[in-house]
């Protein structure tokens, strides 16, 4: 009788959310500010709900240009 083998490979559990300040670009105006953002791995986004102190738009669609954190 033959017996099945059953392979639990633990999961990897999910990096930590880290918030930091970065520099993020404005699609509104333009400009480079500096944002809160979020991070978790690789993938860094804006915090939402955060506005652009020259044009009071919503920062959330706008791209982080540099991140400054250690290694």
């Known amino acids: 009788m033959l017996q099945k083998r059953t392979f639990n490979s633990p999961q990897p559990k999910p990096a930590p959310m ?4 970065a520099t993020v670009y404005c699609p509104i105006c333009t400009h480079t500010v500096q944002a809160e953002v979020l991070s978790r791995g690789r993938q860094v986004w804006v915090r939402p709900g955060q506005k652009c102190p020259r044009c009071s738009a919503s920062l959330a669609p706008g791209k982080v240009l540099s991140l400054n954190q250690a290694a």
Do not use: D, K, L, N
């Open 18 to 21: 880290v918030s930091s300040s």
